[in-house]
């Protein structure tokens, strides 16, 4: 069995010369696991078969194999995405305020790293990836712990990333993979608070409550995504249909992906028809309220059925949307407050007051006005990547890049001062 008191003194000898970096040195890191992993593309999607053939093998839902599969395409994106993050501004160092005190002492607050990411997380390989970098890029080392269905992709990926860090003459160990699969190493994972910083899981609502209820250091919770679009009277209804085709179908099985829309009564007639036989199209299905559902019954090659008493409450991730529709905007945001996740949410609208009404009331990570929900993440919002998306309030919230990986520290500097 791996003992993580280990990993945990490595990742914690490894953060300090990795905290104390340099940019280019960083950087030249990210460069060279990019460079890694095109060189092993083979490997790595021979070791993604054996994952996606066990998946299946396990009766994995489409949308899970589609978080899992890797291809060609997929590992040159990762790719772009290291080299992205390799491009952006170091934040480590960064002072961002600073003042000359009445008593002559001067402060400043200067970014510096969290220390130690333990990172868990379900069958999206490229997280391992996307974490190692944004880890290394901000001076912070890793544990992670990736789901048993994709063992074997994490771990030929794993061995890319320190290839590259020892190509850069940085620390193996600063990124570090717990390779078994027996879910009790969660748990123990969440009791190295003497090595771990802070925990970051991605995954179901029952990995975030797991982590919530055991972990002895902070938790950084989110990724849950019941995502809606709200399309007012004023609103262009044919540009509406693209956005929700886009934010529903682009990639279904993500927690930025549309689950509802909630259409003003105004518009219903006219907008509800055309996105059923749109998106029936792409192989969408549809859950709807009793006023939406005669609109979309009937249709050609429409499949439509009332929404049952948890449909509106279900982050879908895959062709599913519901559809509800509502009075006015007041109506909407009840709606959302009521079933929203905090992730992202929308008002699709030609007026801006209404635009202003619902970015102020819609308290969620993400708020978005015509456009599609899928825009959060991180490498969509120039942040090159993104380590996790936070719906929580603290210390971090929406996707997390560079800059949400770092804290800070005062330096303060006098002339042999003492306090009265």
């Known amino acids: 069995m791996v003992e993580l008191t280990e990993l945990g003194k490595q990742a914690r000898a490894a953060s300090r010369a990795l905290a104390l970096a340099s940019s280019e040195r960083k950087n030249r890191a990210l460069l060279a696991i990019a460079d890694c992993l095109l060189e092993n593309t083979g490997d790595v999607l021979a070791a993604n078969a054996l994952d996606l053939e066990a998946g ?34 170091d934040p480590v160092g960064e002072v961002f305020e600073e ?29 391992t990836l996307d974490v190692s970098g944004l880890a290394i890029k901000s001076g912070n080392c890793a544990i992670l712990r990736g789901g048993s269905e994709t063992i074997h992709s994490n771990r030929a990926l794993a061995r ?27 748990l123990e994972l969440l009791q190295l608070d003497e090595y771990v910083d802070l925990i970051i899981p991605r995954g179901g609502a029952g990995l975030h409550d797991f982590c919530r209820k055991n972990a002895r250091m902070p938790v950084i919770t989110g990724g ?15 540009a509406a249909v693209r956005v929700i085709q886009n934010a529903k179908v682009q990639r279904p099985s993500v927690c930025n992906a549309l689950d509802t829309i909630l259409v003003h009564r105004e518009v219903a007639a006219r907008l509800l028809p055309a996105v059923a036989q749109r998106l029936a199209q792409d192989g969408v299905s549809f859950r709807a309220d009793p006023e939406a559902l005669p609109l979309m019954a009937g249709l050609p090659g429409v499949a439509v059925q009332a929404a049952g008493p948890r449909d509106f409450d279900t982050e879908w991730l895959s062709l599913v949307l519901g559809v509800k529709v509502v009075g006015g905007l007041d109506e909407a945001i009840g709606h959302i407050a009521a079933h929203s996740t905090g992730h992202s949410d929308g008002i699709l609208t030609g007026d801006a007051e209404a635009a202003r009404a619902f970015t102020a009331r819609v308290d969620s990570a993400a708020v978005y006005v015509n456009a599609s929900t899928r825009f959060t993440d ?10 996790a998306i936070s719906t929580q309030r603290l210390h971090a919230r929406g996707p997390m890049g ?7 520290k005062w330096v303060i500097e006098g002339n042999y001062h003492v306090r009265p």
Request: charged content about 25%; glycine content about 10%; overall charge negative.
């Open 160 to 186: 890319v990333v320190q290839a590259g860090l020892r190509a850069a003459e940085l620390p193996g160990e600063a990124v570090q993979m717990i390779e078994e699969t027996d879910r009790k190493l969660v």
């Open 402 to 408: 560079l800059r949400e990986l770092t804290s800070y």
């Open 378 to 387: 991180g490498s969509q919002l120039g942040l090159g990547a993104e380590v």
């Open 224 to 238: 849950i995504g019941i995502c809606h679009l709200y399309i007012d009277e004023s609103a262009d209804l044919d």
């Open 99 to 127: 003042a000359d005190l009445e008593n002559g002492l001067h402060y400043r607050k200067v970014r510096v790293a969290v220390g130690v990411l333990g990172v868990i997380y379900e069958a999206r390989p490229n997280v």
């Open 56 to 89: 299946r093998q396990a009766g994995l839902s489409e949308a899970l194999l589609d978080r899992l599969m890797l291809n060609e395409k997929r590992v040159r994106g990762m790719a772009a995405d290291l080299r992205a993050v390799a491009a952006l501004a």
